[in-house]
């Protein structure tokens, strides 16, 4: 199977622009998170999509939002970016499913997307 | 917060030591997790132990785990300079997502 795919792989915005990142999924894999990394902050989590709906989210400003589609491929979106919003941005899919409860199983991830605002 | 501590920060040995990292964390958990990471790149699952078991191998890592103390261990044998790249713990609390914690940085000297 093919692994977690992000794409771009680097991107160079500056302050005030908005951006798209774009993961897909190993195939099969119905649960799609999003971290953000920093050196200061380590990993982070931004939100986890499931069947196109999101399930969980950080604490994040409302800037940073996602959606995921029918073939489950996800995109996030930061609007009117801050400097400070600079980071590896990593994409983590999982075979999670409903019955039988939540859990946490292993996540796979992207090689990421590595933003820098200017 | 659930995110977890790795103890230490930093840590160099020689190709062929032992490297042992440690974790804390803060509430009950149902699995704790040990991810690697190279340099710029995505997360790699290494290893997975419930809340239930107290130690599991995989080829030369070793993990344990202390629910009474909320913390783990991971043990990586007879170290390779591919062995180079941080690793992360993170901890499954329940329906939520997985915390990371803030990593150790293993150096292995050739």
């Known amino acids: 199977k093919a692994g977690v795919t992000q794409t771009p792989r680097y991107l160079i915005k500056t302050r005030g622009q908005q951006v798209t990142l774009s993961c897909s999924p190993i195939s099969g894999h119905r649960s799609v998170s999003w971290y953000q990394q920093t050196p200061g902050q380590g990993l982070q989590f931004l939100f986890e999509?499931?069947?196109?709906?999101?399930?969980n989210k950080g604490n994040f400003p409302g800037r940073f939002s996602g959606r995921q589609f029918s073939n489950s491929r996800s995109e996030m979106n930061v609007s009117t970016l801050e400097l400070g919003d600079s980071a590896l941005y990593l994409c983590?899919?999982?075979?999670?499913?409903?019955?039988?409860?939540?859990?946490?199983?292993?996540?796979?991830f992207g090689s990421g997307t590595q933003l820098s605002v200017l | 917060s659930q995110q977890g501590e790795e103890d230490p920060q930093a840590l160099s040995i020689q190709e062929g030591e032992n490297a042992t990292m440690n974790c804390s964390y803060k509430t009950s958990i149902n699995n704790l997790q040990w991810y690697r990471q190279n340099s710029g790149r995505g997360l790699v699952h290494l290893i997975l132990i419930r809340s239930n078991e107290r130690e599991k191998h995989s080829g030369r890592l070793r993990v344990t785990l202390d629910t009474s103390k909320k913390s783990s261990s991971l043990l990586i044998t007879a170290s390779r300079a591919a062995d180079t790249a941080s690793y992360f713990c993170a901890t499954d609390a329940g329906a939520n997502n997985l915390f990371f914690g803030t990593g150790t940085r293993l150096t292995v000297i050739p």
């Open positions: 999509y499931f069947s196109e709906t999101q399930r």
């Open positions: 983590a899919s999982s075979p999670k499913s409903w019955p039988g409860g939540w859990t946490n199983e292993k996540l796979f």
